[in-house]
T-cell receptor, first 117, second 114 residues
Framework: GAVVSQHPSWVICKSGTSVKIECRSLDFQATTMFWYRQFPKQSLMLMATSNEGSKATYEQGVEKDKFLINHASLTLSTLTVTSAHPEDSSFYIC?????????????FGSGTQLSVL | AQTVTQSQPEMSVQEAETVTLSCTYDTSESDYYLFWYKQPPSRQMILVIR??????QNATENRFSVNFQKAAKSFSLKISDSQLGDAAMYFC???????????FGTGTRLKVLA
């Protein structure tokens, strides 16, 4: 149980286009989802916290107009990288906090490798 | 602000031997959680072990155990009887009890030698 599906697992896009990444909790509902960014051989850096039905909270230095987050339901959060540029190329990981008994744990998606040409 | 430091970028261990990965953290909070996550080449984050700060007893999960020294703000991970499948990147993580914002260390790459 407690599976988080992240899609796509990898995506290549042209500079200037937008890319949407989905994070879906398959067998639980999540009040909160988190989006991280990981550069090669580096740690996970929290980008934003996504709460169902409300605006996302962005970490300092993260452009909210560039990284649009939508948490429309208790099982789905999306991250849209708008007008992507090569410097946005990175590994993006989502995580979800379940409602209820497992809510002390955080479950991670398998990540999305974004390459912007 | 809270910080997490992993001072060992890379460690090696012989198969079946024991290895300890170090982690220190800084916080002014008294109630928090500490974690070790494993990230294999698949890049899927896998929870290895969790420690509640209010518990004095060190957490254990099969071959994995921690040495939690609250006063020293130290949280090391010991892997016993190392296996080839343990090879991965290991991240130490911290979160305040009141939030779910995790702060990750820079990671330690563990190599297991056959």
């Amino acid at each position: 149980g407690a599976v988080v599906s992240q899609h796509p697992s990898w995506v290549i896009c042209k500079s200037g286009t937008s890319v949407k990444i989905e994070c879906r909790s398959l067998d639980f509902q999540a009040t909160t989802m988190f989006w991280y960014r990981q550069f090669p051989k580096q740690s996970l850096m929290l980008m934003a916290t996504s709460n169902e039905g409300s605006k996302a909270t962005y970490e300092q230095g993260v452009e909210k107009d560039k990284f649009l987050i939508n948490h429309a339901s208790l099982t789905l959060s999306t991250l849209t990288v708008t007008s992507a540029h090569p410097e946005d190329s990175s590994f993006y990981i989502c995580s979800a906090r379940p409602i209820g008994g497992l809510n002390e744990k955080l479950f991670f998606g398998s990540g999305t490798q974004l390459s912007v040409l | 602000a809270q910080t997490v430091t992993q001072s060992q970028p890379e460690m090696s261990v012989q198969e079946a031997e024991t290895v300890t990965l170090s982690c220190t953290y800084d916080t002014s909070e008294s109630d928090y959680y500490l974690f070790w996550y494993k990230q294999p080449p698949s890049r899927q984050m896998i929870l290895v072990i969790r420690q509640e700060a209010y518990k004095q007893q060190n957490a254990t999960e099969n071959r994995f155990s921690v040495n939690f020294q609250k006063a020293a703000k130290s949280f090391s991970l010991k892997i016993s009887d190392s296996q080839l499948g343990d090879a991965a990147m290991y991240f130490c993580a911290y979160r305040d009890a009141g939030t779910y914002k995790y702060i990750f260390g820079t990671g330690t790459r563990l190599k297991v030698l056959a």
